[in-house]
């Protein structure tokens, strides 16, 4: 998956600050939410991670390992 393309789209109830990740199959990938201390990343693997900046949580988001 080196050069998945995802995107993001604003939850449609939460609003700006989760974003539902899409790849470019329409896969649902799991979500990202702004925190104060960064974006957290909930995958559908059931994986948790911590981030500073956006550009990291969405390359976490698309890895699959």
Same mark, same amino acid.
């Given at each position: 998956?080196? %050069?998945?393309?995802?995107?993001?789209?604003?939850?449609?109830?939460? *609003?700006?600050?989760?974003? !539902?990740?899409?790849?470019? #199959? %329409?896969?649902?990938?799991?979500?990202?939410?702004?925190?104060?201390? *960064?974006?957290?990343?909930? !995958?559908?693997?059931?994986? #948790?991670?911590?981030?500073?900046?956006?550009?990291?949580?969405?390359?976490?988001?698309?890895?699959?390992?």
């Amino acid at each position: 998956m080196a %050069n998945t393309q995802v995107r993001g789209e604003f939850s449609p109830v939460a *609003g700006s600050t989760v974003r !539902r990740c899409y790849d470019a #199959s %329409n896969n649902f990938l799991g979500v990202i939410v702004k925190t104060k201390g *960064g974006y957290r990343i909930q !995958r559908t693997d059931g994986k #948790s991670r911590m981030k500073a900046t956006l550009a990291e949580a969405f390359a976490s988001i698309k890895r699959s390992n």
